[in-house]
C-alpha cells in the first residue's frame, strides 16, 4: 500500500497495483457493475477497453500533441492556452474536447482519442448505466496531474435529470499511486448539496463551492477511495459523486488518461443546473457525439483567435453572462 494526502488533509493508503488488496471489481458481471454503481455512485470495470487501442491514442498524443506550441482550449479553465509542464516535462493543462481538435495539426491523436471514448463495449458499459442510449457530451485528454478539486460534475455539467450523467476515467496507461490518482468518496452521490447559482455561482464564487465540498465530506465522515487503474481499466461514477485527483509525489510518472461524459439521450443537457444547451452532435462508431467548438470549422477557429488577443475582455465576458444566467 501508498500513503498519501486526502483533499480534507487526512493520510490515507491506495493501493499501489490491483493485485495489492481484494479487488471487489473483478468479481462483477454487467448486472453486477450496474448494482455497484447506484449503490456507491462509482464503479471500476476492469479491462474494459483494449490495450492496443489504449496505446495508440497516448502514443499518438506524444506524437502531434506534445510538440505542438499553439494554443489549445484546456479543462480547468475552459480557455485556450499554451502547454504547461511539470517538472517532470508532462503536459500539466489538460485538453478539453479531443473530438473538437483540427483533424489537419492532429489527425492521429483526433482519430485515436476518438476510438477510445467511443468503444463498442464503453458504449455497452455506459448504456447499462444509464438504461439507455447515451450521448457523449463532453471529453478531456489528461498526461500531468492537475490536482482536480474534490467536486461533482453536476455543479458544471450534467443531465436535464440531475444525476443522471455518467462519467468514464479511462487509463491509458498502468497509473502509478503518487502520479495523481483518480479519487471517489463512495455514497457522496446521495448527499444534497448547495445549487450553483447565488452565494455558490460559479462566475464569481468558485472558491466557496469548493470549501463547502471539504466541509461537506468531514461533517459526512465520508472516505476518499483511490483504486489502482491498470491500461484499459475504466472509473464510472456519478454526477453527483465528488471526485478529484490526488496530489502528484512521483514527478516523474504521467497519468495518461482521457475522460469521458455521457447523458441519457431521452435528456437534454444541462450546464450550471440551469441552462438547457443545444448540443452540436454528429454521430462516430455509433454514438452521437458533441462538438461545442469544431476547429475543422472555420468559425470556430476565427473565435479562438480572438479569444487569444483579447483574453481578459472575453473572459470577463464570459463570467459577466454565466452570472446573468444563472442568478
Given at each position: ?277 443545444p448540443l452540436r452532435l454528429r454521430e462516430v462508431n455509433g ?41
Open positions: 500500500m501508498f500513503t498519501i494526502t486526502a483533499p480534507e488533509g487526512k493520510p490515507i493508503a491506495v493501493p499501489v497495483a490491483v493485485e495489492d488488496g481484494s479487488d471487489p471489481y473483478l468479481r462483477l458481471d454487467p448486472a453486477g457493475h450496474r448494482a455497484y454503481y447506484e449503490q456507491h455512485g462509482y464503479v471500476v470495470w476492469r479491462g474494459l477497453v483494449d490495450d492496443a487501442r489504449c496505446g495508440e491514442a497516448k502514443a499518438a498524443f506524444v506524437r502531434e500533441v506534445k510538440p505542438y506550441s499553439g494554443f489549445l482550449y484546456r479543462q480547468a479553465s475552459g480557455n485556450p492556452e499554451r502547454h504547461v509542464l511539470t517538472e517532470g516535462g508532462h503536459v500539466l493543462n489538460s485538453i478539453l474536447n479531443v473530438q473538437d481538435l483540427d483533424a489537419s495539426r492532429f489527425p492521429s491523436f483526433r482519430a485515436a482519442s476518438l476510438a477510445v471514448i467511443t468503444d463498442r463495449r464503453l458504449q455497452a458499459a455506459v448504456e447499462s448505466l444509464l438504461g439507455e442510449r447515451g450521448v457523449l457530451v463532453q471529453s478531456m485528454y489528461f498526461e500531468g496531474n492537475p490536482s482536480t478539486w474534490a467536486h461533482q460534475d453536476t455543479y458544471y455539467l450534467d443531465s436535464a435529470d440531475i444525476g443522471r450523467m455518467v462519467g468514464a476515467w479511462i487509463a491509458l496507461e498502468d497509473i502509478e499511486p503518487g502520479a495523481g490518482r483518480f479519487y471517489v468518496y463512495p455514497r457522496s452521490h446521495r448527499i444534497d448539496m448547495a445549487r450553483n447559482g447565488g452565494d455558490f455561482d460559479i462566475a464569481f464564487h468558485h472558491d466557496r463551492y469548493k470549501r463547502l465540498v471539504l466541509d461537506l465530506i468531514q461533517s459526512h465522515g465520508l472516505e476518499c477511495h483511490a483504486p489502482a487503474l491498470r491500461r484499459g481499466d475504466v472509473m464510472f461514477w456519478n454526477s453527483r459523486t465528488i471526485h478529484g485527483s490526488l496530489p502528484t509525489v512521483q514527478p516523474r510518472a504521467s497519468r495518461s488518461s482521457l475522460t469521458a461524459h455521457f447523458i441519457p439521450a431521452s435528456r437534454p443537457f444541462l450546464q450550471y443546473q440551469t441552462i438547457e444547451k454514438i452521437p457525439v458533441n462538438h461545442p467548438k469544431d476547429q475543422n470549422r472555420r468559425v470556430n477557429r476565427v473565435v479562438m483567435f480572438i479569444e487569444t488577443r483579447i483574453p481578459d475582455a472575453f473572459r470577463l465576458g464570459k463570467r459577466l453572462a454565466i452570472k446573468l444566467l444563472t442568478s
